[in-house]
């Protein structure tokens, strides 16, 4: 009589996690030995679905526990036991997190009061300050001593962990998953451009302008921080060579700043959060990127643009070290002076441009799979 197959709970929730996830949910299926399962905490909803959908995953537990308003404490306790509920039910052998959420965050706490053991994807990334990013930096610190698998995208993150006296058996460099997914995705629109065909007009109503990829919506930035991101966009703004796409995430505190400072310009095109394929195309179409993202700052630079990052600390400084990215912060004059720069300079835009990517080669997440197998003895 065989064994039952090993069983893996992946637990996500905001469109990051998913699209760092659906490359290592393939990977793990695809070997067909272990028992594969999905829990969504719906974090973020609609922006989860996109990805879902574009990725052809189905989630097994969709727990939908997003509700407009609801304050950081509020939504960890929800978390905590409606996660607590589904481990119940599924019994797994195995819980998998991504990153530095509240979903990753409770996700593992709820396995670790389960005795299940963790492993967390992109282990390792630090500022070093709490409140930068707030409240991802504690968020991920927390998953670290709960984990016993450690999937490092960098050898930088790596000695962050070391440095916590984290295990060095448990810590394995990886690359970053949101390589392979953007890979995968580019390849997908190249094979079918009616995926993104949705910014048609945009490259016809920007044809001939420089175009920069704007992305915000870090906690840090709202209030003071977001009024001079938006300063500083009307002004690039003013440039007649120079078109800005701007998809404005949906939270308020973003929202009704750039609709107090911006209004309505002709070559801003402030437009709903894109789908993955849609973004990817937008990154394409992009000379440069300015963006408060994470994620951005390892995505962008695949494609060889260049990024400026609107914060004062970043988790990834591998790519600020090889020339990928800059932190600008959110002073409206630097911001504008770091495109300018740009913009009007060729050899820096070429030195950032032409710069080594250090955030993997596409893959992560079949190195990841063969780890989490091995641990089962397949």
Known sequence: MTS???RILIVFGTRPEAIKLFPV????????????????????????????????????????????????DVLTARLL???????????????????????????????????????????????????????????????APIADQHFAPTETAAEALRRENIDPATIHVMGNTVIDALHATRA??????????????????????????????????????????????????????????????????????????LGDRPNVARIEPLDYPHFIRALDMAELVLTDSGGVQEEAPALGKPVLVMRETTERPEGIAAGTARLVGTDPDRIVSEISTLLDDDAAYSAMARAHNPFGDGQASARIAGIVAHGFGL
């Open 81 to 143: 036991t409606e996660l607590g509920r589904a481990m119940d039910t599924e019994r797994p052998d195995r819980v998998i997190v991504q990153g530095d959420t509240a979903t990753a965050m409770v996700g593992a706490l709820t396995a670790y009061y389960r005795k299940v053991p963790v492993s967390h994807v992109e282990a390792g990334l630090r500022s070093g300050d709490i409140y930068q990013p707030w409240p991802e930096e504690v968020n991920r610190r927390i998953v």
């Open 25 to 72: 949910v393939h990977a793990l299926q695809a070997r067909g030995d272990l028992d594969v399962r999905t829990c969504v905490t719906a974090q973020h909803r609609g922006l989860l679905d996109q990805v879902l959908s574009i990725a052809g995953i189905m989630p097994d537990i969709d727990l939908d526990l997003m509700t407009p308003g609801q304050s950081l």
């Open 188 to 261: 997908r629109i190249e094979a079918d451009p009616s995926l993104a065909a949705g910014l048609d007009g945009i490259a016809a109503r920007f044809a001939g302008k420089r175009l920069i990829l704007v992305t915000t919506h870090r906690r840090e930035n709202f209030g003071d921080g977001m009024k001079g991101i938006a300063v500083a966009i009307a002004r690039i703004a003013a440039r007649d060579d120079v078109a800005l796409l701007f998809p404005v995430h949906p939270n308020p505190n973003v929202v009704s700043v750039m609709d107090e400072v």
């Open 4 to 6: 039952p197959r090993k």
